[in-house]
Nanobody, 113 residues
């Protein structure tokens, strides 16, 4: 069993930045792809970015050039650096461990116009 705990969400103005963190209860990054997803009110959860075990990255088109996924193995933490935020980036952001389909509890991001 793995626990994922997200943090770093909040309220920010359009054009601002936030960094989300996802702390895993143990070192899992060498055995599973990690992902960040988001869910806006009334919409389905969607993939934002993913990071493979060999450090390959994948981004949704709507965040390319603005968001960066990274990890710190020593801290068992995955990050999502979000720049140039837009109101449409508002939603609950979830961390995901693909191998076991484990999800964190989510962290709210609200971008005001």
């Amino acid at each position: 069993q793995v626990q994922l705990v997200e943090s770093g969400g909040g309220l920010v103005q359009a054009g601002g930045s936030l960094t989300l963190s996802c702390a895993a209860s143990r070192n899992i990054f060498s055995i599973t792809t990690m992902g960040w997803y988001r869910q806006a009110p009334g919409k389905q959860r969607e993939l934002v970015a993913s990071l493979t075990t060999d450090s390959g990255t994948n981004y949704a088109d709507f965040v390319k050039g603005r968001f960066t996924i990274s990890r710190d193995g020593a801290k068992n933490t995955v990050y999502l650096q979000m720049n140039s935020l837009k109101p449409e980036d508002t939603g609950v952001y979830y961390c995901h461990a693909m191998l076991w389909n484990f999800w964190g509890q989510g962290t709210q991001v609200t971008v005001s116009s």
